[in-house]
């Protein structure tokens, strides 16, 4: 069974027990936290397709610990002009693990 989950603005294709590293939550490391943004169920031959959410699907989730994720680089050049800006940052993430999608 897996679903397809938005959580924190992207889409993911989870199955219990799978860990992802997702935006920052605003939740507690240890805690265990609900939602109702399923788009997708898939049992075997048995799928069932939001609109856009399924209804009554529900994944439940706890989060393990808030950390920085690797430095990400933009670099912004403009073709023969001299313009050429460096620059970075490290985005705030968070990592779960799905404990179980309840369809």
């Known amino acids: 069974m897996f679903a397809i989950v938005e959580l924190g603005g992207k889409q993911f294709k989870v199955t219990e027990g799978t860990k992802l590293y997702i935006s920052r939550l605003d939740a507690e490391p240890d805690s265990t936290v609900e939602s109702d943004k399923v788009l997708l ?49 490290r985005p705030y993430l968070t990592k779960v693990e799905i404990l179980n999608i309840q369809a």
């Open 41 to 89: 169920i898939a049992n075997d031959a048995d799928v069932k397709i939001g609109n856009p959410n399924v209804d009554g699907a529900k994944i439940a989730f706890k989060v393990l610990e808030h950390l920085k994720g690797p430095k990400v680089t933009v670099f912004k050049k403009k073709n023969r002009k001299g313009y050429r800006v460096k620059r970075g940052f």
